[in-house]
């Protein structure tokens, strides 16, 4: 049997000694656990800290705004690069300062005010202020917003710059290229109006010169006729006998000449009165260019523009109309009147050299919508460009024959007036077919807004 041993220090028996002692060594063996574990632990939060600050610190200097963080007084955490390169300052200058130190008179106090009142309410807040640099005052949009700790308490501020400088430049360019963008159109549009108006003189010229013609080969008539008169009669003051003038007025064929002159009369005047509805037909359409909005029959104005177009073509085509004779909408009808020739212009070209060309244009009324469709018998649109004939400069004139702008135009006026313009099938004669949809304004619209009342 073990003897037994009394301890000194403990009182206690050997065997009790060895238990404590085995106790004590698993809780300092537990505890270097721990605290190996806690020092594991401690090191793999540094690195990641670490990452962090290097993260924090290349967002600070590759960010173009101003970043600043603030304490609770306003004092100066940590600055963005861009902010110590306007300036002229590195960061641990600035770490301390107050931010107000940067700003003068009221625009100190208006950003105090911001940086209070964003830390009370604890939402973000916007204000413009000037900040003062060693180039001078640079106008700044400055963005407030609160850090808040776990506990949601406030412990200062984040403070966004943009400044404005640099951001008005950019909007003064962009306003002038926009401005630029605007003449460059309106330059284009006045080219491609040119265009129109070259071939739509050219037709006028031609439609002039046939009646002008007529009535001065009439009028040249009757001034012959009139000599002859004048002859006979300067001899009945003269008192030449019965005789001599029965005799005269053979010779000189009065009575024939009495019913040419007539003849000439009628025809100076159908000349004049063809003139004059030519000048009426350019009257209205001078007139209804840019007039006022109104309710008008689109089938009148087709036929004006279509006729227009045929006088300026030297060779002939056939037209022809179908569907509603009446097809009421609410517009500009000048406008609707220049994309009706430019789609039957467009048409006549396609079938230039073609044998029977032919156009026909239909109007119909369906519920709220006033249809017109302008067809030809030509080759018709490719599918490979069906999807690019509306876009600006898109031709397939050849050069100097067409701007690319036509289209373009009519498809702008057409969504103007709150309908669209597009492709659709061939139609009745097989060729390209323009489909135009338009708002109805049919007896019970307004005839000031269009609206069915």
């Not at 009790?16 to 090191?43: F, N, P």
């Not at 177009?309 to 609410?330: I, N, P, Q, T």
Request: charged residues 25%; hydrophobic residues 40%; glycine residues 8%.
């Amino acid at each position: 049997m073990q003897p037994k041993f009394d301890n000194p220090f403990t009182g206690m028996t050997g065997d009790m000694d060895d238990t404590v002692w085995g106790d004590v060594l698993q809780a300092v063996d537990k505890t270097y656990a721990e605290l190996v574990d806690y020092q594991e632990r401690l090191e793999a939060q540094n690195i990641e800290l670490q990452a962090l600050r290097t993260f924090t610190a290349s967002i600070m200097g590759s960010i173009s705004d101003f970043l600043v963080v603030v304490d609770k007084d306003g004092s100066i955490a940590d600055a963005s690069t861009s902010l110590c390169r306007a300036l002229e300052l590195d960061v641990a200058h600035l770490t301390g300062c107050p931010i107000s130190a940067f700003f003068e008179g009221a625009e100190q106090e208006r950003l105090m005010q911001a940086l209070g009142r964003a830390i009370q309410e604890r939402h973000e807040v916007t204000v413009e202020a000037e900040l003062t640099t060693p180039n001078g005052p640079e106008a700044v949009e400055i963005r407030v917003s609160p850090r808040l700790d776990r506990r949601r308490k406030p412990t200062g501020a984040v403070l966004t710059g943009r400044p404005m400088g640099e951001l008005r430049r950019a909007y003064s360019e962009l306003a002038q290229s926009h401005d630029a963008l605007k003449a460059t159109q309106i330059h284009l549009v006045r080219n491609e109006k040119l265009a129109s108006l070259g071939r739509l003189l050219a037709g006028v010229a031609h439609e002039l010169n046939n009646p002008i013609s007529f009535v001065y080969a009439n009028a040249h008539a009757m001034e012959k006729y009139a000599s002859r008169f004048e002859t006979y009669f300067d001899k009945v003051q003269k008192g030449a006998s019965r005789q001599d003038l029965i005799e005269l007025r053979k010779s000189l064929k009065l009575d024939r000449e009495l019913k040419n002159m007539r003849l000439a009369i009628e025809g100076a005047r159908d000349g004049a009165e063809r003139v004059r509805d030519i000048v009426e037909d350019l009257r209205r359409l001078s007139a209804e260019g840019a007039g006022e909005m109104s309710r008008f029959d689109i089938a009148k104005v087709a036929q004006i523009a279509t006729n227009w177009v045929a006088r300026g073509e030297k060779s002939e085509f056939d037209l022809s109309y179908h569907g509603d004779a009446e097809c009421m909408v609410f517009g500009r009808p000048g406008h609707i009147q220049q994309v009706i020739m430019n789609l039957v212009q467009n048409a006549v070209d396609a079938m230039q050299g073609q044998d029977s060309p032919a156009v026909d244009i239909t109007f119909e009324t369906a519920g709220d919508q006033a249809i017109v469709t302008v067809c030809d018998n030509g080759p018709g649109v490719p599918p490979e460009i069906a999807t690019t004939i509306f876009d600006p400069f898109f031709t397939t004139k050849d050069v100097g024959k067409g701007t690319g702008l036509g289209l373009s135009i009519s498809h702008k006026i057409v969504e103007e007036h709150g309908g669209t313009l597009s492709l659709g099938e061939g139609g009745r004669l097989g060729g390209a077919c323009f489909r135009m949809v338009l708002p109805n304004a049919g007896p019970d619209a307004d005839p000031a807004t269009g609206a069915v009342r």
